[in-house]
């Protein structure tokens, strides 16, 4: 297997606070790698280090080999890596449809073009309203977003991010916050990510993290606690302790 | 069975049926509306009806093409500058110099006010792109306050606190002179401003201009979709310094004078309360909002010589206070809710 994102010794302080310490991780192509660990272990601030939202405070991040630590996040996107957000960062005042076709826009290289007209490029307007059948926002593609059920912009949160075709999509609790009634559909829409786009995943929701990832690495304080196979790290009498223990 | 399957295994016609209102609900977006049709008639239309009034409506079309080129700042980018006369004042002077000292046709001198401008906007845009709004509104207010002192100083090239004069314009390409009732001048401005105004609607109807009021709305989410916002900003920023400069230009133009008030902080301030008026983020409240200050600045200082001041700063006060949006929504609805109708009976 290859190894698609790999951070060194990665590490960010704020001040005296270690919130990523000597991170190490390999995660190879297509896994389903899901991030746990207690409130506070330092979990967003490393999908942020990734993502490129903070900088690193030292150490490295590899994309597919490249080293992309210094990259601004706007060209770790157009490198085939993107993320979601644990609370909505969307586009308040525009349509799931335009919110989606500007990020398809984006991703063709397009974005920057002053003359030309949205509509005039109609294959991706085509491939816009395909992606929101198929994240079930047809039917609201037209109302604003911040008029949305919450669920329904989680479901945008994760299309947004999805429709850049990254080769690594970075879910920060996709769940969270939404209600009930709602719950199944943003779950079942994770699960059914093409295998093909590699997954990391930060969830609280521990069925959700058993039933969908394949190896978890467990964080505490900021830095590796265990990593193993989903069998590995439930059998993991530490892990329990630390984290199952307070769970159950 | 995986839902990305039943995506590619559903039934044709669905999907095609979603893909065709999707071009719909884009195309209507940038659908030219009603009140556009009739703005631009009524300005011609008062060519004929209103041979009077023509120096006040030239004036309202100058303020009016300063107050699209902010929006575009403002409205579009979301960066708020107290100092957008920086570029209205260079066009003024540019336009005057080149005039006086170079060639006196209208067009040629307008293109080079335009683009000294520009060059200055490029310079001045990577200042803009550091800190936060409250920087912005210094620096941007320092960048124009810095020009108004030059001007003042360097009286041997622009006549200091006299102003610069002693030019007079050719008739415009050659052909139409600068008359007395000045018609061809508000013909002349009204063309720049609808030729402006029709450039500035196909870049925000662009992908350019879809991904501006994203970086606007959140910064942080338009990198994660790949949109590249300091270079965003920069071009936007350098076609906003432009066109104030071109509307610079055709004051000196039509008044054959410049004033060093072209640079002054009031102009800053007028033009955004202009859009106050009118409203940011759909270009036509620089126009809106351009008539509706010029006229009331007309009235209130005949009617209450002394205080009309006080009026347009009570003005002010009860617009924020009761929110322009609410005052303004009809205009931007009205249009949208008769394709609404259109899009309910397919």
């Known amino acids: ?248 | 069975m995986s839902l990305m399957a039943q995506g590619a295994i559903r039934p044709a016609a669905e999907d095609q049926a979603e893909q065709a209102r999707a071009r719909r609900l884009l195309q209507r977006r940038s659908a030219i509306r009603f009140f556009e049709v009739i703005i631009w008639i009524a300005a011609v239309v008062a060519i004929f009806l209103l041979p009077s009034k023509m120096l006040i409506l030239t004036e309202i079309a100058i303020l009016a093409l300063f107050a699209v080129s902010l929006d575009l700042v403002l409205g579009f980018a979301g960066i708020v500058s107290l100092g957008h006369t920086a570029f209205f004042g260079v066009g003024a002077y540019a336009a005057g110099l080149f005039a006086r000292h170079v060639v006196a046709e209208p067009v040629i001198g307008l293109i080079v006010a335009g683009a000294v401008a520009g060059v200055l906007g490029f310079a001045t845009s990577f200042l803009i792109l550091r800190g936060s709004d409250l920087t912005r509104l210094m620096t941007t207010l320092g960048i124009a306050l810095m020009l108004a002192e030059i001007a003042n100083q360097m009286a041997w090239l622009t006549g200091g606190a006299d102003g610069l004069s002693g030019f007079s314009l050719d008739p415009i390409v050659g052909l139409f002179p600068f008359d007395l009732w000045g018609r061809n001048g508000y013909v002349y401005c009204l063309a720049v401003l609808f030729i402006s105004t029709m450039i500035a609607r196909r870049i925000a109807f662009s992908p350019f201009g879809l991904s501006l009021k994203a970086i606007k709305s959140n910064p942080t989410r338009a990198a994660l979709v790949g949109i590249p916002a300091r270079r965003r900003l920069i071009i936007t920023y350098t076609i906003a310094a432009i066109m104030a400069g071109f509307a610079g230009a055709l004051l000196t133009q039509t008044t054959s004078f410049v004033s060093p008030d072209v640079l002054a902080f009031h102009r800053s301030a007028d033009v955004l309360l202009i859009l106050v008026i009118g409203g940011t983020g759909y270009l036509y409240g620089g126009i809106f909002g351009a008539v509706g200050f010029t006229l009331l600045k007309d009235w209130l200082s005949v009617v209450t010589p002394q205080y009309w001041m006080f009026w347009i700063g009570l003005l002010l006060v009860v617009l924020v206070l009761v929110g322009r949006e609410r005052l303004a929504h009809w205009i931007e609805y009205m249009p949208q809710r008769l394709s609404r109708l259109r899009e309910g009976g397919r």
Request: aromatic residues 6%; without cysteine.
């Open chain 1, 1 to 248: 297997m290859t190894v698609v994102l790999e951070t060194r010794r990665l590490q960010r302080n704020f001040g005296a606070f270690m919130a990523t310490n000597d991170v190490s991780l390999q995660i190879e192509q297509g896994a389903r790698h899901a991030l746990i660990g207690p409130n506070g272990a330092g979990k967003t601030t490393f999908i942020n280090l990734l993502a490129g939202v903070r900088p690193v405070s030292s150490g490295q991040i590899f994309l597919e080999g490249k080293d992309i630590t210094t990259l601004p996040s706007h060209v770790r996107v157009k490198k085939g890596l993107t993320r979601t957000f644990q609370i909505n960062q969307l586009f308040a005042d525009y349509t799931p449809l335009e919110t989606v076709t500007l990020a398809m826009l984006e991703r063709e290289g397009v974005g920057g073009s002053l003359w030309s007209k949205v509509t005039g490029h109609g294959a991706l307007v085509d491939e816009a309203a395909a992606l929101l059948s198929r994240f079930r926002l047809a039917a609201v593609m037209d109302e604003r977003t911040d008029r949305l059920p919450y669920g329904k912009q989680r479901l945008l949160e994760i299309a947004l991010a999805f429709a850049a075709k990254p080769r690594v999509l970075l879910l920060d609790e996709p769940a969270a916050g939404v209600p009930e009634d709602e719950r199944h559909e943003v779950l079942q829409i994770v699960s059914d990510l093409p295998s093909g786009v590699t997954v990391v995943l930060i969830e609280h929701d521990m069925d959700l993290v058993f039933s969908f990832a394949s190896r978890i690495s467990v964080l505490v304080a900021g830095a590796i606690f265990a990593e193993g196979t989903v069998q590995e790290i439930a059998a993991n009498p530490g892990v329990r302790a630390v984290y199952l223990g307070e769970a159950a």
